[in-house]
């Protein structure tokens, strides 16, 4: 092939052509991972193709649609963006597909979206509402921003100045502050002082992933200077989904790698395993509880660091400058179990599609917004399988994880409890 | 739109309007390629069309309703389950309607008779998995642990585990089967009662003309269930490891074992394979070739690519790796026999055991075929022959000096002869023979792709080797006199009395004459 000029840039669907094209329809993506296949329930990781059942709703069908589209073949339609934003983004056709391929399906997917906004016809109506919301008030629902720290509990006293910064995200500020209060008392716990932003913004998630690249940088420009202004050389984040959007698709956005942020992003389940594992924090008191851990897609197979690239594919597809493909291999997938293992009385039951074949709660790339129903179908998926487990709770790493498996856990009118990791460490090292 | 809105209704109201389809963005998604199996073919381009609808029926009775509505309003149809044949699964007219089988995904094991009863929805792996729950096991066919198990059974199904447990579609027991017109056909037992235990009589025994190397594969009708016989395995469990990309079954060391063995020559590794039969030793024995190697160990494409450009002629034509599963069936000391045995016959015949994983990464249950694409990005198997060991040793040799002469645009091999296997318990030796080109590369690089593909079935014949795939993708006028003398001529027949209003996959059986005879670059090699 002749050699064509490619970045890793979303805002160009061209750059990931190739990837489309060469897409060869194996299901990879769809299906639990062949060697983990458990039999004949629990076996597909990607939520869309299992509900809508249609290829269309299956990364493969994704692209081969899109692809059609960029040819002049198929027309933006209502059926289009249905099927462009009836998906999670939860990266389980990306890692399926880098099993045993060289492909960025996930890239291809957000490219996607980010050409349907650029034509002006993304992304949905709910979604504008949000990014609406964002524009007014920094936070996704809408609530005052005055109010963001509110949740801040009177036992601790955030420092002025401190090497690590709390990003606390919408959720836990303003739906879940157990989540918030959890984790900045485990900072205290921990003796680590810790500063919150003084004009903490919504980190961006729900604009980036519904293609609203635009509006994404804005808020990302104004929390990366807030954080730089703080000296901090840390962020720490409870929030699957801001960690990966601080960690991976602010440097993405911006067309530089994870390693230039000039600060170091890490998820709470990181800091505390280390901090367990070194004996400066003691999970003592006693929790007899048989539960399980759910990966969050964002914290598990998507949050491997970015590494900004641009090059030309040659000859056989071949890149060059090579490059190290986001696999899902390094996700933060042992800490959160090394965790709640060492908390004592408690059981830590896996479910059947963990780590990079887990199944997403439902919740994410703007699909709880706009198609409410698909993300509760999703999280009662899951939750069949916690059922079948037979455990008497499920604790995730990420409010909206908590969140939409609450809400199905509610209607159905189920046993099953729902905690985010954050309160089982605090309920396990409070005197 | 040429399915009228009649004929659409009345399919609509077979399955309901959730599932049928006529969107341009659904009908779009299912098309042909750009990529997979021997999509980048000039076949894939030429041949295959948008379909004019999908549609999605749940049981027999609305797979019965559809065929019927098909004849009577002359829509032609093709039958769907994974979609992962390439080409050959697509519609080659305009407005015809995909049949979408995954809703059917029913699985059924019967434990104690050791089979499985199977919906065209259920995929390799999952049966696999269900299997082995149960201490017994199939063969996950080459096609993939993601096909459909109906499909790949029907059509090729088989891996290097078909040296002990024989190739999938000899295990096909009762079938029911939607023939072309509606009617509903239950085969062996299961024509006389509700019990699929059985392939052969009392019932009727069609399954020569819809299934294996020769049958008129996705002309015939839908398949809507079959059983399948299953085999004792071993009773431990092998563990999944490891996280992606690097998976594997971990494997009970006493029970189930590869290993691979550097052997002197060819020549070696056949007698070994031999020998292996005689002594009624393993569970597979393959011949690996070197890029199999680079491939498993490559870390990417570009890790391949450089590992592969420092093989040369010589290291290809001096890589000798037999690859041999072991399993204790009914004990570890069977298992410790078989070994025992094993080795003796590699020593005898100068050959050392080299260090290998205890993990199954592929074939027991993950057969990862969609690795074959990492290379080039383009792939097919020109060829599959199921023939005495000795031939397919020989033929390999055969298509590599032929594929001399279309390299490039074919990727540069190094005469590599493609691999080959033990099958049927030793009396029969399978040899594959896989090509990989540049899909991006200009168009007349494709051409001369097809056309190779095409001088490959003639040395066949010229060198009398059984091809495997003659149904579906040899020109039928091309093999079939030489197959039968009458092969063609029966197919027709056959095709002509089940399916007498042609909407069943037209033009197949002649799908290939027709790209032969119309797509202007192929002209130079019809000769016939």
């Known amino acids: 092939m002749p050699q064509k000029k490619v970045k890793f840039d979303v805002t160009d669907i061209e750059n990931f052509a190739y990837d489309m094209k060469r897409c060869i329809k194996c299901a990879g993506c769809k299906w639990v991972e062949h060697t983990y296949m458990p039999g004949i329930n629990f076996s597909m990781r990607c939520p869309s193709a299992q509900k809508f059942l249609f290829d269309t709703y299956g990364a493969y069908g994704r692209v081969r649609t899109a692809l059609s589209m960029l040819e002049g073949k198929v027309n933006y339609s209502d059926k289009f963006l249905d099927v462009v934003y009836k998906c999670q983004m939860c990266g389980a056709c990306d890692v399926g597909c880098k099993r045993n391929l060289d492909l960025e399906i996930q890239l291809a997917l957000e490219a996607i979206r980010v050409k349907c906004v650029a034509d002006g016809k993304g992304p949905l109506p709910a979604h504008r509402k949000v990014a609406e919301k964002i524009g007014k008030t920094n936070n996704r629902f809408g609530s005052p921003h005055a109010n963001r720290a509110k949740w801040l509990p009177a036992d601790v006293k955030p420092a002025a100045k401190a090497d690590i910064v709390y990003f606390v995200g919408c959720a836990a500020s303003y739906t879940h502050p157990e989540i918030a209060k959890s984790t900045a008392r485990i900072l205290k716990a921990a003796g680590t002082p810790f500063m919150l932003l003084p004009d903490e913004w919504c980190c961006g998630n729900p604009l980036y992933t519904t293609g609203m690249i635009d509006e994404a940088k804005r808020v990302a420009e104004h929390n990366i200077e807030a954080i730089k202004k703080t000296g901090a050389s840390t962020v720490l984040v409870s929030c699957a989904e801001g960690y990966r959007m601080l960690k991976v698709d602010y440097p993405k956005m911006f067309k530089m790698s994870t390693s230039d942020l000039g600060f170091k992003v890490v998820h709470l389940v990181e800091y505390v395993d280390e901090l367990v594992k070194k004996g400066a924090l003691k999970l003592q008191n006693k929790l007899d509880m048989r539960l399980t851990y759910h990966d969050s897609c964002n914290l598990a197979r998507l949050s491997e660091p970015w590494v900004y690239w641009e090059g030309t594919h040659e000859q056989w597809g071949c890149v060059n400058p090579p490059l190290e493909r986001r696999r899902g291999t390094y996700g933060i997938y042992q800490q959160p179990r090394d965790i709640l293992s060492a908390i004592p009385g408690l059981k830590l039951v896996e479910m059947i599609r963990i780590k990079e074949n887990t199944l997403c709660c439902g919740a994410g790339g703007g699909v709880r917004d706009a198609f409410k129903d698909f993300a509760l179908w999703t999280a009662n998926e899951r939750l069949k399988e916690v059922r079948e487990i037979g455990v008497e709770a499920i604790v995730s790493a990420c409010p909206y994880c908590k969140d939409n498996f609450a809400e199905a856990i509610k209607i159905n009118g189920d046993e099953i409890k729902v905690y985010d990791i954050s309160e089982l460490v605090w309920q396990a090292i409070s005197k | ?528």
């Not at chain 2, 199939?138 to 290097?160: C, E, H, K, R």
């Not at chain 2, 890790?303 to 592969?308: G, I, N, T």
């Open chain 2, 1 to 528: 739109m040429a399915i009228s809105r009649e004929a659409y209704r009345v399919l609509e109201s077979i399955v309901g309007p959730e599932y049928i389809s006529e969107d341009p963005v659904d009908r779009y998604a299912y098309r042909c390629g750009p990529g997979g199996y021997e999509t980048d073919t000039g076949f894939g381009r030429f041949m295959t069309k948008i379909a004019g609808a999908i549609i999605m029926p749940k049981t027999t009775e609305e797979v019965q309703k559809i065929v019927k509505a098909c004849n009577r309003y002359k829509v032609p149809y093709v039958p769907w389950s994974t979609g992962f044949f390439g080409p050959r699964s697509f519609p080659y007219v305009e407005d015809a309607i995909i049949v979408d089988l995954k809703r059917m995904d029913k699985l059924e094991i019967d434990d104690k008779h050791m089979y499985a009863i199977v919906e065209p929805g259920v995929i390799a792996s999952q049966l696999q998995a269900e299997a082995l729950k149960r201490g017994l096991y199939i063969v996950v066919g080459g096609g993939g642990s993601q096909v459909s198990i109906v499909a790949n059974t029907l059509g090729d199904g088989w891996s290097p585990l078909s040296y002990k447990i024989g190739m999938i579609e000899r295990r096909m027991l009762g079938m029911e089967w939607v023939l072309p017109d509606g009617e509903i056909l239950r085969t062996g037992s299961l024509a006389l009662q509700d019990d699929y235990f059985w392939g052969e009589g009392p019932g009727p025994d069609l399954r020569g003309i819809c299934r294996g190397h020769n049958g008129v594969r996705g002309c015939l009708g839908i398949t809507t269930r079959l059983a399948l016989k299953l085999h004792p395995f071993q009773p431990e469990k092998l563990e999944p490891t490891g996280i992606t990309p690097e998976t594997g079954l971990a494997l009970p060391p006493k029970r189930v074992k590869w290993i691979n063995f550097t052997m002197p020559s060819k020549e070696a590794i056949v007698k070994a394979m031999y020998e292996m039969s005689k002594a009624e030793v393993g569970a597979a024995a393959t011949k690996v070739p070197l890029f199999w190697r680079d491939i498993a160990k490559a870390q990417s494409k570009e890790d391949f690519w450089a590992r592969w450009s420092k093989a040369n002629e010589e290291i290809v034509k001096r890589f000798f790796v037999l690859r041999v599963l072991l399993v204790g069936y009914t004990s570890e000391e069977q298992m410790e026999y078989e070994e025992r045995v094993l080795m003796d016959i590699v020593k005898e015949l100068g050959g050392d055991a080299r260090p290998t994983k205890p993990t199954d990464e592929s074939w027991i249950k993950n057969a990862d075929s969609a690795g074959m694409w990492l290379m080039t990005g383009a792939y097919m198997s020109v060829i599959y022959v199921w023939e005495a060991l000795d031939h397919a040793k020989v033929q390999g040799e055969n298509y590599a000096k032929l594929k001399a002469k279309y390299t490039p645009p074919l990727m540069p091999d190094y005469r590599d002869p493609g691999w080959f296997q033990l099958g049927e318990g030793g009396h029969q030796g399978y040899t594959e023979f896989l090509v990989y080109w540049d899909p991006d590369g200009p168009d007349e690089d494709t051409h001369k792709v097809d056309r190779y593909y095409i001088e490959t079935m003639k040395d066949d014949i010229k060198n009398r080797s059984y091809p495997s795939l003659c149904g579906p993708q040899h020109p039928l006028y091309l093999s079939g006199p030489a197959y039968g003398p009458n092969y063609h001529i029966w197919m027709l027949k056959i095709k002509e009395e089940l399916d007498p209003n042609k909407v069943c996959h037209p033009p197949v059986p002649l799908a290939q004459d027709k790209f032969v005879e119309q797509a202007d670059w192929m002209k130079p090699v019809k000769d016939w």
